[in-house]
């Protein structure tokens, strides 16, 4: 099973809004990624957990907020969105040993309105 | 200068017409080179990891081979669910641990029956 799920698979949210974007996997995989991907684009790391610590933050502003509250799931915290914010959301995860694939959900379209 | 250069952007075949997909990085220490599958508003799906030069993987239609400054994935005989936008991603040996993936813009590939 190399199955990682995403949830919700659409939110439009104001930009006064709090949200969570939810992932959860069940591989045993120890690496979680979120990635923003804008249309025609290709992904962009955004966060990497590495047992379940914080090991990127690719200059991610504040409005977004991961959470790895154990080894199978993963959280985006969303507040204060821009429009430009809006975009599909991966979630993807791998082993956590070097030199390995990285399995991705089926993503979260998010429209900030 | 992009680290992962893709080409072409975009490629039209006739069903049963091979060709060839190209992928060239510019990555000093090449820790894995990844070839990735994404339909419209869906996540990516692997395909296919390759680590050294010279190394050769196949999935039905596809065959994805690796040189030292390039990678090229192969479509024999393409139907028309292969049409897709096609990603490669490559991971560097930064010797910090990290898992980072760096990807391509994508070769779109259009097959017509």
């Known amino acids: 099973d190399t199955e990682v799920t995403q949830t919700p698979k659409h939110l439009v949210m104001g930009m006064t809004n709090k949200k969570s974007l939810k992932c959860e996997q069940h591989?045993?995989?120890?690496?979680m990624y979120w990635y923003k991907q804008k249309a025609k684009k290709p992904p962009e790391l955004m966060f990497v957990?590495?047992?379940?610590?914080?090991?990127i933050n690719e200059s991610v502003p504040s409005r977004f907020s991961p959470e790895c509250p154990n080894s199978s799931l993963l959280n985006l915290h969303l507040h204060a969105l821009q429009p430009e914010d809006s975009a599909l959301y991966l979630c993807?995860?791998?082993?956590?040993?070097?030199?390995?694939?990285?399995?991705f959900g089926q993503g979260t379209r998010l429209t900030v309105v | 200068e992009d680290q992962v250069t893709q080409s072409p952007e975009a490629l039209r075949l006739q069903e049963g017409e091979s060709s060839s997909l190209n992928c060239s990085y510019t990555?000093?220490?090449?820790?894995?080179l990844f070839w990735y599958r994404q339909d419209p508003g869906k996540g990516p799906e692997f395909l296919f990891t390759?680590?050294?030069a010279g190394e050769e993987k196949e999935k039905e239609r596809l065959k994805a081979t690796l040189t030292k400054k390039e990678s090229f994935l192969h479509i024999t005989a393409p139907k028309p669910e292969d049409s897709a936008t096609y990603l490669c991603?490559?991971?560097?040996?930064?010797?910090?641990?990290?898992?980072?993936?760096?990807f391509g813009k994508g070769t779109k590939l259009s097959v017509i029956p």
């Open positions: 991603a490559v991971q560097e040996d930064s010797g910090a641990g990290s898992y980072q993936l760096t």
């Open positions: 957990y590495s047992y379940e610590k914080l090991s």
């Open positions: 993807a995860s791998s082993s956590g040993d070097m030199n390995t694939e990285a399995f």
């Open positions: 591989m045993g995989h120890r690496a």
């Open positions: 390759l680590y050294s």
């Open positions: 990555v000093s220490g090449l820790r894995g």
